[in-house]
């Protein structure tokens, strides 16, 4: 997703507080996309696009040790398990509920890896 592609590594650059505090805003944005693509969208696209970008910051996060942001997003993975989790009978109706599960658990067994 690249996106916060001048944060390459503490090599290249050091991180200040505007950063970090971007990181967190961008994890806080995901969870809201990400929900979307658990509530609203059909298909797990949405969904897949919103844990590719959580896997981006955490792994940015872990160069620099924020460690607020893996944290956050731990939470924002589990926030959309319960959310799939929750979806009633009538709102499961098309969806493909299988994928959203398998995107989710993919990403939350890789954030916790890294």
């Known amino acids: 997703m690249d996106l916060h592609p001048h944060l390459q590594g503490p090599a290249y650059l050091q991180i200040d507080a505007a950063d970090k505090s971007a990181l967190t805003k961008?994890?806080?944005i995901l969870d809201t996309?990400?929900?979307y693509g658990v509530e609203i969208s059909k298909?797990?696209?949405t969904l897949v696009a919103a844990c590719r970008g959580i896997?981006?910051?955490v792994e940015i996060a872990s160069w620099y040790k924020v460690k607020t942001v893996h944290r956050q997003?731990?939470?924002t993975l589990r926030r959309f398990q319960k959310a799939i989790q929750s979806l009633a009978l009538d709102e499961r109706r098309g969806m493909d509920i299988p994928a959203k599960q398998r995107t989710v658990s993919r990403t939350l067994r890789a954030v916790q890896s890294i």
Do not use: F, K, P
Request: charged fraction near 20%.
């Open 73 to 75: 997003a731990t939470n």
């Open 55 to 57: 896997t981006e910051l």
């Open 26 to 28: 961008s994890v806080d």
């Open 43 to 45: 298909r797990a696209t």
């Open 33 to 35: 996309v990400g929900i």
